[in-house]
């Protein structure tokens, strides 16, 4: 089976960060979430048309820490959407991961932040 990164968005409140992760059909019962309070957080799951079936996997470090005991997570039929507490309320992140690693290709907010960097 073909191991794929799945698509993903992101969106924050001062107190949390929403991750929705796109992965159509995928099976519930075999959904793997990790998370970590230093801001670690992996993705594992089958999905895909039911004559296409994938692994995705997603392996992301955040930019700062959450609060993992608090944080949520629940399977739809489109996608996986994980509800990350944030470690400290506060101000806004300024971006989703941490300084120095770019945004994958997969994050459509990344590639909309990159266009502005262009110019584009």
Known sequence: MTVLTPHFAW??????VRI?????????QGVIVELEDRGHV????????SSDKHQ???SIDLLRG???DESKWSVGARNV??????????????RLLQEGKKCPLHN????????RRRGG
């Open 108 to 115: 459509r907010l990344g590639s909309l932040e990159r266009r």
């Open 42 to 49: 992996f993705f594992k799951g089958v999905g895909g048309a």
């Open 66 to 68: 959450i609060k993992s």
């Open 20 to 28: 929705t992760v796109d992965v159509p059909n995928v099976d519930k």
């Open 56 to 58: 995705y996997e997603l």
């Open 11 to 16: 969106a924050q409140r001062k107190d949390h």
């Open 81 to 94: 959407v994980l509800i990350l507490v944030k470690g400290e309320s506060g101000p806004y992140w300024e």
